[in-house]
């Protein structure tokens, strides 16, 4: 998956596809639904479209690479920092529109936020 293609070059914002980044504890990984909304009719011949369609015919979830990983011992709340706090995505995750490979770029422990 490319956010360089997505977010980066067709300006698809983050919230379109992480539905709950700006109302729950965590930012949510797209649903196959997600990505039908535009897959459905665009590129839907390419070999990565058909693993979303493979997905969608045995009732699973895509199986997406988490990158962004907290320890279980930590309480971290999304909304509370993109709404109240009104952090951008960018601050903590980096320039992820520029990124063909999404890699976590900071650290994200109490220290590096303070």
Known sequence: FSHKLHIGKYKIACQYCHTTVMKGKSAS???SNICMN????????????????????????????????LPDLVYF????????????????????????????RSPLTMGWCI
């Open 38 to 69: 535009c897959h459905n009719t665009i590129k839907n011949g390419s070999p990565e479209i058909q693993k979303i369609y493979t997905a969608i015919e045995k009732n699973q979830p895509v199986q997406w690479v988490r990158v962004h990983n």
């Open 29 to 31: 990984i797209p649903s």
């Open 77 to 104: 709340n999304h909304s509370q920092h993109t709404v109240a706090g009104k952090v951008a995505c960018e601050q903590c995750h980096g320039k992820i529109e520029e990124m063909e490979v999404v890699q976590q």
